[in-house]
């Protein structure tokens, strides 16, 4: 993907959903359950094989962001209400997770 595509913008955007928007000026609302449970983390996918280990319905579905934290120049890691802050979502993978799982805002 192009290496200059970036989040200007992380925030919620819902009571149950989370606003990114990209320096192309593209912005998708992804529900925050959805991105929990694409947790990238060592935690909940399993490093050898690529699969998710954590179960859907391990999720409260009310589950919400309590920070949002810059990670060099590559990636965000969020965390969350349910004390879960290991996971550190590429921007190309996170880039995949708005157009695989959101809603095209603009
Ligand atoms: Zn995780």
């Given at each position: 993907?192009?290496?200059?595509l970036i989040p200007?913008?992380?925030?919620?955007?819902?009571p149950?959903?989370?606003?990114?928007?990209?320096?192309?000026?593209?912005?998708?609302?992804?529900?925050?359950?959805?991105?929990r449970f694409f947790c990238p983390c060592a935690g909940c996918v399993d490093e050898h094989?690529?699969?998710r280990t954590i179960l859907r319905s391990s999720i409260a579905p009310e589950v919400r962001p309590v920070g949002v934290q810059l990670v060099g120049?590559?990636?965000?890691?969020?965390?969350?209400?349910?004390?879960?802050a290991t996971?550190?979502?590429h921007f190309d993978r996170l880039r995949e997770l708005c157009t695989k799982l959101g809603r095209?805002?603009?």
């Open positions: 993907m192009n290496p200059n200007t913008r992380i925030d919620k955007h819902s149950t959903e989370m606003l990114l928007t990209w320096s192309d000026g593209a912005s998708y609302a992804v529900p925050f359950v959805d991105l094989t690529g699969e120049r590559y990636g965000v890691q969020i965390s969350w209400d349910d004390g879960h996971g550190m979502f095209k805002l603009t």
